[in-house]
């Protein structure tokens, strides 16, 4: 029988977030400059295997992806089980940074997706001096409501069908089948009212329309990638962010909101040319 082991160390961590302990789960592989990567709202770090396993980036780059409290095998605090979750600017921020001090991260690059592509700008507004640069991927400086997320966590509906089934509709048709399943798949494993949690920070707090435009991105470099097929970050959402940052914008044709995970390989040579460049300088 022919088995195949992959390289991906996957271990936990007890950190202090806003001085309440919390058991964190991470997987990582590779070595050197350190990549954090950051899933999407409602999911985990499943969704970058394809960026753990790829030796051409493993080679330089130490990738390591931690599991939001709540989300995957990262329990919520000790105690707030049952309490009402709203995820809010302050604390996504607080949860990043606590992670790269905790593994005693020097200038990091953070790579994050849809609520991850919303943060990297607020870490670049209020820490650019603590990373060597930032990529978002299906970024934008905030979104319209298109949805009604009480939707998301209601006892009359199945919270993992729906969740599921509105990621779905984010994906490219044009992605594998099989990575679209994988997905979704996350999405109804998620713990109940996580992604509406989430959905606060995406759809309210994290709202950036008015502190964009004092970025420095001489301070921080910042690298935008989106799927062009995408509802909730289009293009055109992400060409007004560029043009604010002042920074360019590649579009990814037959991809949606998901390109790590719904269609890794094609998003693999997107991104080994960005990572090839932070290396450079």
Excluded at 46 to 64: G, K
Excluded at 195 to 217: A, C, L, N
Aim: net charge negative; glycine share 10%; aromatic share 8%.
């Amino acid at each position: 029988m022919s088995v195949t082991i992959e390289p991906i160390l996957g271990r936990y961590a007890h950190i202090e977030i806003e001085g309440t302990p919390h058991r964190i789960y991470w997987e990582e592989a590779g070595q050197g400059i350190p990549l954090v990567c950051l899933h999407t709202a409602g999911s985990d770090g499943r969704q970058y295997r394809a960026v753990l396993n790829d030796p051409e980036i493993t080679r330089n780059f130490r990738v390591m992806v931690f599991d939001m409290p709540r989300h995957g095998k990262s329990s919520p605090a000790p105690g707030s089980v049952d309490q009402a979750y709203h995820l809010t600017s302050d604390t996504y921020v607080a949860q990043i940074m606590a992670f790269c001090d905790a593994m005693a991260l020097v200038k990091p690059v953070v790579m994050g997706c849809s609520i991850g592509g919303r943060i990297v700008l607020h870490l670049a507004r209020r820490h650019p001096e603590r990373f060597r640069a930032l990529i978002g991927l299906q970024s934008s400086a905030h979104v319209a409501p298109y949805y009604d997320t009480s939707w998301l966590d209601r006892p009359d509906v199945h919270g993992g069908r729906i969740c599921g089934a509105i990621a779905h509709g984010l994906m490219a048709p044009q992605s594998p089948e099989v990575e679209r399943d994988e997905t979704r798949w996350h999405y109804m494993q998620g713990g109940p009212g996580v992604f509406k949690g989430d959905m606060w920070f995406y759809k309210v707090d994290g709202d950036m329309r008015e502190e964009v435009g004092r970025i420095d991105t001489s301070a921080v470099p910042i690298h935008l990638l989106t799927g062009e097929y995408d509802y909730s970050c289009t293009p055109e959402d992400s060409a007004e962010l560029a043009a604010i940052l002042g920074v360019d914008l590649t579009v990814m044709p037959e991809m949606g909101h998901f390109p790590m995970s719904e269609n890794p390989m094609k998003f693999l040579d997107y991104l080994r040319p960005v990572l090839a460049g932070i290396r450079k300088t």
